[in-house]
């Protein structure tokens, strides 16, 4: 038989992270690598009653073929919540997606022609760098500090790449540096993709999960012309597995997102909808909320003070306020997949950084998840860690 | 602010059936538009159980991130089900899905380059046709009659079109049409497939409703090169809210379908994929299926008296063995879109067969729903309608 795949086939690899992922399951180890939440957080209890209350009360109509766009008491939810970050919504400006990983594909779908720029944070979200490459898109990465995306370099790409059709940015706590882009920046990245014509798609999936500092308005807050696609999702506050995501938009934007839903799955599951819009109805979510806050926070706490204790100074680190992740980078001539490996005959494992760089360009960075280990954990698994990394630097400084 | 859509875009369009769904919806109107299975015999009582036990007994793994091909109990499940009518799958051939749509789409973007030919029935799946559209496909249609698509003119168009990527089929009570390829013609399909070498994708969502004649093994059950892709659901035998299908696959073809759906939606529902493996489990499947057949039955020999009775001769229609669908076919002067505006007009709705058909051909059509009415509702919509088709058609003698 003839090859019958189509070119695209043939440049979408499967995600280097989840064959990492795969690697890092033995029990023994103990691994930073993914980037799950906590599920001894997840509402149980709370989710048995809702249910058993959307079976009871809502019946078959909960289980039945319906609309694309999605959940009405769902979508006037979610911008209720939106509404006290600075999003006044209205239910046409909202679709609700399969998990935000689905509004990042139809994003890519509905924006992106062959050869369009896509202006990033460098390092950026691996997923949506895979998702957009399958569009093929090129990716142009702009450099953060720990304010995030460093707004004069921004605007330089703007200039040189007059055909960027988005800026894909990670605002809050990003994947992968746990880096937050502070305010004057949302102002000012509004202000040149305004002046640049081009969108915004703000990736938001871990705003919420703010253990510390202040709360800062997402950049759609700021939006005055309709630029901002604003992405979200349930994943992180509630549970992954139901995949919920939603995108809130310009309407005429979304109507579109519709059509583009139809052809991929026609709509989300019926029945995760309204059992999340029912746990919402019955039970306080910012309540829940609160406790994942709590227990993130002592992760990240735990997590930064051994890193300070166990690994060598010469290496420089992120200190979030927020999300699930702390971002590491080596000295320049140090290689985190050899990193990687050498961690891992340790039993506790990391992601090497590499592929966060949609232009693969820097290799002496990696990643470390808090959110999905206990403290005991942590400690244990950041002194393995440490062991080999004074072990691996000490070597690079005896071959200089 | 310039428009920012990709060319794809621009010709992708809603669906027209959903559109005209929506007209439908008001509560006078008796419908035979939609293709919704009978929510009544949805089993809620079971699935309470289900999502109870799955809560207990499986806790937080149930709504945590999990593998993009699916749960493996699940999996087993379907194997263990397609073995029964004849198609013998390893697990590493089953991708689950976020419902058959997303295998429609699925296969568009891992196979059809822009300017690939797919041959189809005509008519065919509406959105299936909106979603390979979306791929750039060109549809070329082979005649079909009772027995399903004509061999002999697929021949001919194979011969035809060498840029043939792969034939698309619904082999058992074709949506729209209600028909079913007899069994020469699916050992003959295989045969031409594999002579022409092109791929068959075997879209079968209604194979297991057959409430008369004989079962037939799928297409998929004579295949020897691993050249059939085997699309199926669990909307029509559980329910479709659950947005739980499924692709049965050569390997090599399943671990490139995964990577595209992991940027398409990470992985389906964790949540929704244990409790329909639960029910499974818990529950005689097979038992649930035949109370959908013995009610579908009725419906649609209700159905096909009241066409005797209430509808002019001078049209021809469909006996289904099984599924959810009759065609109508009106004499070729008279135009469809034409009887629905006057149907509704009547509160009864059917759908004009014109989308149906990807290159627009055939105006004299439509399509009745029975599965989603109830006996009474089908005398009265009947009726309804066979006045409107006896008035219209006499108007168009008149003007002849």
Redesign the interface.
């Known amino acids: 038989?003839?090859s019958?795949?189509?070119?695209?086939?043939h440049f979408?690899?499967?995600?280097e992270t989840?064959e990492i992922l795969k690697i890092t399951e033995r029990p023994e180890v103990i691994s930073f690598a993914?980037g799950?939440?906590a599920?001894?957080l997840?509402p149980?209890e709370a989710?048995?009653d809702a249910?058993?209350a959307v079976?009871?009360e809502e019946?078959?109509?909960?289980?039945?073929?319906?609309t694309?766009e999605g959940y009405v008491p769902l979508r006037e939810a979610i911008n209720r919540r939106m509404k006290t970050v600075g999003i006044n919504a209205a239910i046409g400006n909202i679709l609700i997606?399969?998990?935000s990983?689905?509004a990042i594909?139809l994003t890519g779908?509905?924006?992106?022609?062959e050869g369009?720029t896509i202006i990033c944070e460098s390092p950026t979200y691996l997923?949506a760098i895979?998702?957009f490459k399958?569009?093929n898109a090129n990716f142009v990465e702009v450099a953060m500090d720990e304010d995030g995306m460093v707004m004069e370099e921004l605007e330089e790409q703007l200039q040189e790449h007059p055909n960027t059709?988005?800026i894909y940015t990670i605002p809050d706590f990003q994947n992968p540096t746990g880096r937050t882009l502070k305010l004057e920046r949302r102002k000012r990245m509004i202000e040149l993709a305004n002046q640049y014509?081009v969108?915004i798609v703000e990736d938001n999936p871990y705003g919420a999960i703010r253990f510390a500092g202040e709360e800062l308005p997402p950049v759609k807050h700021f939006d005055t012309?309709?630029?901002v696609i604003y992405l979200s999702t349930f994943?992180k506050i509630f549970?992954?597995?139901?995949?919920l995501g939603w995108i809130c938009a310009d309407q005429a934007f979304i109507d579109?997102y519709?059509?583009?839903k139809?052809?991929?799955?026609?709509?989300?599951?019926?029945?995760?909808q309204r059992i999340t819009a029912k746990y919402m109805e019955l039970y306080d979510m910012e309540e829940h909320i609160n406790k994942i806050k709590a227990v993130y926070k002592e992760r990240c706490t735990a997590m930064l003070a051994c890193i300070e204790e166990f690994f060598p100074k010469n290496l420089s680190y992120s200190k979030p306020e927020g999300g699930l992740f702390i971002w590491v980078e080596l000295p320049e001539d140090v290689d985190a997949t050899h990193i990687f490996t050498e961690c891992l005959k340790n039993n506790v494992a990391c992601v090497p950084g590499t592929p966060f760089f949609p232009n693969g360009t820097q290799t002496n960075t990696f990643r470390l998840n808090f959110s999905n280990m206990s403290i005991e954990k942590i400690t244990e698994g950041m002194k393995r860690m440490g062991e080999v990394l004074y072990r691996e630097l000490e070597k690079e400084k005896a071959l200089l």
Chains 1, 2 share one sequence.
């Open positions: 038989m003839k019958k795949f189509a070119k695209r086939a979408v690899k499967s995600s989840r993914g799950l939440p599920p001894e997840f149980l989710l048995k249910c058993n079976l009871n019946g078959a109509a909960s289980l039945q073929y319906s694309t997606t399969s998990g990983q689905q594909d779908r509905l924006f992106i022609d369009d997923a895979n998702t399958s569009y059709k988005f014509d969108l012309e309709g630029r994943s549970t992954p597995g139901l995949r579109k519709v059509t583009f139809q052809t991929a799955d026609l709509h989300t599951d019926s029945f995760a």
